[in-house]
């Protein structure tokens, strides 16, 4: 199994571009994250996905749209890029179904490094 | 809101020498804790998890976390640290089993000198 996967690893945006990022999964895991790491902050969550054809807003959502047409794959969009959204993104994702006394845990990708000039 | 918040961004300690790092949470309800260790260039793995009984937990490497909720810490300890240890580590708290709303604190990178 390869887990979490994420496309591409490394990016590089002129302001006002757009692009998308892929996540793939393949434990058929029913949630789907997405955050972001920004030095001192640790991660924050910009939009997860409880199932196919369903995403939320997480804590930092402005600026991102997220597609989950499939439920292996989870996409986060940025329509027009933004210095600001300099990051490294990483991609999660978990089962649903909590067995008793356990908990879910988030399997990570290995990142994409984004830099909007 | 939950919040968590590591006092320490960065830690220098000897190889062969104990490690403590430190994770203080805010959170209403009873916590669901955990750590999160990140090499150089990886995504994250989960070291640790703690929802309820045994307040002392263990982990994957070597890695032990205490609960304490008078103090609302969940400190990271391993008692002679190696080479290897040298990354960054992230204490996490969830709002529920259901885990999708994890709130990261700021992160601890961890040197190891020789």
């Known amino acids: 199994n390869a887990g979490v996967t994420q496309t591409p690893k490394f990016r590089v945006l002129k302001t006002g571009q757009s692009m998308t990022l892929l996540c793939a999964q393949d434990?058929?895991?029913?949630?789907m994250y997405w955050y972001r790491q920004d030095p001192g902050m640790g991660l924050r969550l910009i939009h997860y996905?409880?199932?196919?054809?369903?995403?939320a807003k997480g804590e930092v959502p402005d600026g991102y749209n997220v597609s989950r047409l499939k439920k292996q794959n989870f996409l986060l969009g940025l329509e027009s890029a933004a210095p600001s959204q300099t990051s490294v993104y990483f991609c999660?994702?978990?089962?649903?179904?909590?067995?008793?006394?356990?908990?879910?845990?988030?399997?990570f990708g290995p990142g994409t490094r984004l830099t909007v000039l | 809101a939950q919040s968590v918040t590591q006092p320490d961004i960065h830690i220098t300690v000897s190889e062969g020498a104990s490690l403590e790092l430190r994770c203080n949470y805010s959170?209403?309800?009873?916590?669901?804790l955990f750590w999160y260790v990140q090499s150089p260039g990886q995504g994250l793995q989960l070291l640790l998890k703690?929802?309820?009984?045994?307040?002392l937990v263990q982990g994957i490497k070597g890695f032990e976390a205490e609960f304490k909720r008078s103090q609302s810490s969940f400190n990271l300890r391993k008692p002679s640290v190696h080479w290897s240890d040298a990354a960054e580590y992230f204490c996490?708290?969830?709002?529920?089993?259901?885990?999708?709303?994890?709130?990261f604190g700021g992160g601890t990178r961890v040197l190891v000198k020789p």
């Open positions: 999660a994702s978990s089962y649903s179904r909590v067995l008793a006394g356990d908990y879910n845990e988030q399997f």
């Open positions: 996905s409880v199932g196919e054809g369903t995403t």
């Open positions: 996490a708290v969830a709002q529920g089993a259901a885990g999708n709303k994890l709130t």
């Open positions: 434990m058929n895991h029913e949630y």
């Open positions: 959170y209403g309800a009873t916590p669901y």
């Open positions: 703690y929802f309820s009984g045994d307040t």
